[in-house]
RNA sequence: GCCGCCUUAGCUCAGUCGGUCAGAGCGUCUCACUCGUAAUGAGAAGGUCAUCGGUUCGAUUCCGAUAGGCGGCUCCA
């Protein structure tokens, strides 16, 4: 008779004593339970209650009982496809953020009729009810079963090598013991199928309610392009039909936001192919949206005290020789340009050329802006600015419209300050950071606090744990959720990045601030102390946006291409009832131009639903309407995006409205 | 860079198992209509079916290469 401790699903804990061999399933019957926690531990519900456990239900729609369901659902899709396709060799299959996928080496990848049958499949394994069944199994007797799937053979001898860190992740193997999987008939209790696993499981198929394949992608084995590839295919699956569909809702929504779509739909950039790969070209609707948020930039970092520079977009190899993005970054730099070379008639060299290097980074030039001439303690924090456009060589295939282009603009500042500034420096800094995002309407954020790579860095250990420290301190006096991302850190210094959730709940990792240690030394960049010594600048790298592209991407999508007044292309449309009050809107324009609004007047000769139309898909903050009535008034109506009217509205008031609603910023 | 898929009018997309198959809607232009809160009607223009090469009596359709795009993987200092 165990006694254990019994954790209700309302948190109430309770002692009892149960029968020898009680299992968790007879503790908690109720059917949404797929997994028991044990002390701690994530165990099938066929678990044996062992003296002094303490088990906690866990139900199919928190985290861990949909990460499991979908660990099953992966189970279920690998026994569709060998069932398929019986050469298909295994792969991994975890569970991952909103489903799951399992990866198959097969002779041929899969096709979307491929996939509708073995969803089909699926459907009938589900459907079923075949157990779950866990066996503990010896290394030979796990290298006995499995002799015909290789790269669960590999996991079998990764285990015997790997430190459990590294195989705390896989699936297959991470548990402390190896374990295979069996999915037991329901009726006859035969063997269907088995998988290397560590599980935990749901009792039976029957408790997947809802699943769906979503794509069949390529992925290297182990993440690794020296590997094979094998095939992947993804899923997901949910608690329910009406979980499953709001998913796919979700899908829908982010795909109807896709930037690269509204960049069309609303006329704001495109990628024209003769110009290349990664390099956009904004139109004139979305060059003022590009002006409002730089203009607004610009004056909030000139309040801040930081300096405006400007630098060319090209430069002489030497520059990164010293910086030495040569040495390290040259695979993601465009390939120099060779110049001044001059040859005699023979051909022979006469005078070696220049290599030219478009720049991939600012921080170098900045850096001889510091060094241009003696810098004393009194210039200190000196915060050097720009818009600066670099160029990277993005490999083909991650290129990804304006979030990852191969040509951006980066709002780049670099602060340089003595050691002792830089607390209060990086306080400042974050606030200002936070400040200004939550000004163009991003207000849900956390921080991520990237620290040493023990195997990679520059720098002593005091510096880095000062400055890591320093950083530490002004994010948690933040008030926001701290993630700590351990070894994440670049060689040269740690790095706080903010993430910023967006309308839809997709997070974004928007601001960096980084420490450097390297670039003041290779620079040797020094300034005159109080006491006359030389010293050097602690150096502090960041960027707001990112990139002004990607960040007006993230605006695009968060917004759903309906920007606030103050950053809309085109805040008003006049809309005439008939051509008879196009001037008089043109006079009504006149005013509000002279009041800084950027206003349309249509005068097409569409009808005016058409033009509401036209101007509702534009996404337009305001809509100025005017017949006779309103003529009659010296009036005009509004109509508003979401499809409200307030009519004979004073045209002085209307100016107001739109005015006021530009310089609080505002939604509307 | 790797794997798979895709590329037909400015946009979104039909279509051809190789033979009057170059089509629609939106957009553009013209004409008529002058209208009170999400599509007025009629007409016109617009494509060497991404590019180059091959197979074939014949290719937009089949094959190959190239470019660009999409979804992943790797990468994102």
Redesign the pocket.
């Known amino acids: 008779m165990p006694q254990i401790t019994v954790r209700d699903q309302d948190g109430n804990l309770e002692e009892r004593s149960v029968p020898d061999g009680s299992t968790a399933a007879e503790l908690f019957p109720d059917r949404s339970v797929v997994v028991a926690r044990v002390s701690g531990e994530l165990k099938d519900l066929s678990y044996v209650v062992a003296q002094g456990d303490t088990l906690e239900p866990v139900a199919v729609d928190s985290e861990d009982g949909r990460s499991v369901l979908r660990h099953s659902t992966a189970h279920v899709l690998a026994q569709a496809v060998q069932q398929l396709f019986p050469e298909a060799k295994l792969g991994i299959g975890p569970p991952i953020r909103d489903g799951f996928y399992y990866d198959f080496d097969v002779a041929r ?1 899969f ?1 979307p009729d491929d996939l509708a049958s073995i969803e089909k499949r699926m459907q009938e394994i589900v459907k079923s009810g075949q157990r779950f069944s866990r066996r503990v199994v010896s290394e030979d007797e796990a290298r006995a079963e499995l002799a015909d799937q290789p790269y669960k053979l590999e996991l079998i001898g990764l285990k015997g090598g790997a430190s459990a860190d590294e195989l705390g992740d896989i699936m297959e193997v991470g548990g402390a013991e190896l374990t295979i999987y069996d999915n037991l008939d329901s009726k006859t209790g035969e063997r269907s199928w088995c998988d290397l696993c560590r599980g935990p499981h749901v009792p039976t198929t029957r408790v997947i309610p809802a699943f769906k394949l979503m ?1 069949s ?4 084995w182990r ?3 020296k590997n094979p ?1 094998l ?2 295919i993804y899923g997901t699956a949910w608690e329910s039909r009406d979980a499953l569909k709001a998913h796919l809702a979700f899908l829908e929504e982010a795909e109807k936001r ?1 930037h ?1 779509r509204l960049g ?1 739909e609303l006329d704001l950039f495109s ?1 024209p ?1 003769e110009i ?3 390099l956009a070209v904004f139109h004139p609707k979305g060059g003022v949206v590009r002006r409002a948020m730089e203009d607004y930039s610009r004056q909030q970092h000139e309040r801040a005290g930081y300096e405006f520079v400007n630098t060319p977009h090209l430069t002489k190899g030497t520059l990164y020789e010293i910086s030495g ?1 040569l040495d ?2 040259s695979e ?2 465009y390939p120099p340009m060779e110049l001044d070379a001059e040859y005699d008639a023979t051909g022979a060299l006469k005078r070696a050329g220049q290599k030219y290097y478009m720049k ?2 600012n921080c170098p030039m900045h850096n001889l802006i510091f060094s241009a001439r003696g810098r004393s303690y009194r210039e200190l924090p000196l915060r050097l600015f720009e818009f600066g456009t ?1 160029y ?1 060589y ?8 304006l979030t ?1 282009a191969r040509g951006f603009t980066q709002d780049d500042a670099h602060i340089y300050c003595t050691v002792d500034q830089m607390p209060g420096e990086l306080d400042s800094l974050l606030t200002f950071v936070l400040d200004l995002l939550r000004d163009y309407g991003l207000d849900d954020f956390y921080l991520e606090l990237s620290t040493k790579d023990p195997v990679k860095f520059v720098g002593s250990d005091d510096d880095w744990d000062r400055a890591t420290e320093t950083l530490r301190a002004a994010a948690e006096r933040q008030g926001l959720g701290l993630v700590m991302d351990p070894g994440g850190a ?3 210094g740690p790095k706080i990045s903010v993430q910023a959730k967006d309308a839809i709940g997709r997070t974004w990792q928007m601001s960096t601030i980084q420490v450097d240690f390297n670039l003041p030394e290779r620079f040797e960049l020094e300034y005159t102390a109080a006491d006359g010594t030389r010293q050097r600048p602690v150096m502090i790298h960041r960027a707001l946006f990112g990139s002004i592209e990607r960040f007006f991407a993230v605006l695009l999508e968060h917004y759903a291409g309906a920007f606030p007044t103050w950053l809309a292309p085109v805040q008003v449309v006049g809309i005439p ?4 009050h196009v001037d008089y809107l043109q006079d009504v324009a006149r005013e509000l131009r002279a009041a800084g609004i950027r206003i349309e007047v249509d005068s ?7 033009k ?2 036209n101007a ?2 534009q996404k337009v903050p305001y ?1 100025l ?6 003529v009659a008034n010296g009036a005009v ?1 509004f ?1 508003y995006r979401d ?1 409200t ?1 307030k ?1 004979g509205v004073p045209i002085a008031e209307a100016i107001a409205e739109v005015v006021d609603s530009v310089v609080r910023r505002v939604q509307v």
């Open positions: 990848p096709t794509r992608a390529a992925a290297y993440g690794s392009e590839m095939q992947r896709d690269r069309t990628f192919d290349g790969s990664g993005h390290w970054y993601g730099m991939p980074m670099v990277r993005e490999k083909s295939g991650v290129v990804h419209g990852r670049a060689f040269y009832i008939t051509d008879g097409s000769d569409d009808r005016m639903q058409k509401i139309r509702q898909k809509m309407i005017a017949g006779d009535e309103d109506s109509r499809g009217q009519n």
